[in-house]
Nanobody, 119 residues
């Protein structure tokens, strides 16, 4: 079992920055691929950024050049630095941990943190 707790959301003006942090506990963190997802009102949850256990990173096109994901296996944390925020970035952001064991996909989610970009 992995427990994930997000922090760092809030209200920010367009063009501003926020840093989200996800703290993992309960199991060995390093084998998990970690990701940040978001869900805006009335929309499906979408993948924002991922970082694998060996550090490979991917972003959706809309956040490339603005967001940066990082992980610290020693502290069991994964962060999302969000710069040049836009109103369309407004959503609840969720931390995700995933790995496959014996062909079985194991998935954990945090409770989410609200990010609101508005003037």
């Amino acid at each position: 079992q992995v427990q994930l707790v997000e922090a760092g959301g809030g209200l920010v003006q367009p063009g501003g920055s926020l840093r989200l942090s996800c703290a993992a506990s309960g199991s060995n963190f390093s084998p998990y691929a970690m990701g940040w997802y978001r869900q805006a009102p009335g929309k499906q949850r979408e993948l924002v950024a991922t970082i694998t256990s060996d550090g490979n990173i991917n972003y959706i096109d809309s956040v490339k050049g603005r967001f940066a994901i990082s992980r610290d296996n020693g502290r069991n944390t994964v962060d999302l630095q969000m710069n040049s925020l836009k109103p369309e970035d407004t959503a609840v952001y969720f931390c995700n941990a995933v790995r496959s064991i014996g062909g079985v996909r194991i998935n954990y989610w945090g409770q989410g943190t609200q990010v609101t970009v508005s003037s």
